[in-house]
C-alpha cells in the first residue's frame, strides 16, 4: 500500500470515529476484520499515524488551534478536522523531515473528500505548524 493510500485510509478511520459513539478501536476492528472494508484497511504507517494522534492529542490539538487566527475550532469542518489532526501529528512526531510531502497529501485528501476551497485553509495551517517546528530546531 502506498504512504497516500495509507494517510488516506487513516482519515477515513478518524474522520468515521468523529460521527461514531464507538470508540476508535471499535472502528478499527471493524475496518479490519469484514471484507467489504478491504478497500480501507488500515497497514502499519496508518495504525501509526492513528496513534501517533491519539497518544499527542492534547499537543497536536493545541499546536493547530494556535494557527487559526481568527478562527474558532467549531467552525472546521470534520473532514479540515481530521486532515489537520493526522498531518500535524505526522509532522510533530514523525523521525523524518517530511513536512512538504505531509502537506502536499494533506491537500490532496481535503481535495478528493473536503469542500471547494478547503484546502487553502488546510495547507495554510500546517504551513504555518510546520514553519514554527523548525524555527524551534
Given at each position: 500500500?502506498?504512504?497516500?493510500k495509507?494517510?488516506?485510509n487513516?482519515?477515513?478511520?478518524?474522520f468515521?470515529?468523529?460521527?461514531s459513539?464507538?470508540?476508535?478501536?471499535?472502528?478499527?476492528a471493524?475496518?479490519?476484520?469484514?471484507?467489504e472494508?478491504?478497500?480501507y484497511?488500515?497497514?502499519?504507517?496508518?495504525?501509526?499515524?492513528?496513534k501517533?494522534?491519539?497518544?499527542h492529542?492534547?499537543?497536536v490539538?493545541?499546536?493547530?488551534?494556535?494557527?487559526?487566527k481568527?478562527?474558532s475550532a467549531?467552525?472546521?469542518?470534520r473532514v479540515?478536522?481530521s486532515?489537520?489532526?493526522?498531518?500535524?501529528a505526522?509532522m510533530m512526531f514523525?523521525?523524518?523531515?517530511?513536512?512538504?510531502?505531509i502537506?502536499?497529501?494533506a491537500?490532496e485528501?481535503c481535495?478528493k473528500?473536503a469542500?471547494?476551497?478547503?484546502?487553502?485553509?488546510?495547507?495554510g495551517?500546517l504551513g504555518a505548524?510546520?514553519?514554527?517546528?523548525h524555527t524551534k530546531e
Amino acid at each position: 500500500m502506498t504512504r497516500h493510500k495509507s494517510r488516506e485510509n487513516a482519515f477515513i478511520a478518524i474522520f468515521e470515529a468523529s460521527f461514531s459513539a464507538n470508540d476508535l478501536d471499535d472502528i478499527l476492528a471493524v475496518t479490519q476484520e469484514l471484507p467489504e472494508y478491504e478497500e480501507y484497511m488500515l497497514d502499519d504507517f496508518a495504525l501509526n499515524l492513528i496513534k501517533t494522534y491519539y497518544d499527542h492529542a492534547e499537543e497536536v490539538n493545541e499546536m493547530i488551534y494556535s494557527k487559526l487566527k481568527k478562527w474558532s475550532a467549531n467552525r472546521i469542518s470534520r473532514v479540515c478536522s481530521s486532515v489537520l489532526r493526522l498531518s500535524t501529528a505526522e509532522m510533530m512526531f514523525s523521525n523524518e523531515d517530511m513536512d512538504s510531502i505531509i502537506i502536499n497529501e494533506a491537500v490532496e485528501i481535503c481535495k478528493k473528500f473536503a469542500g471547494e476551497n478547503d484546502y487553502q485553509f488546510v495547507n495554510g495551517v500546517l504551513g504555518a505548524i510546520s514553519k514554527e517546528l523548525h524555527t524551534k530546531e
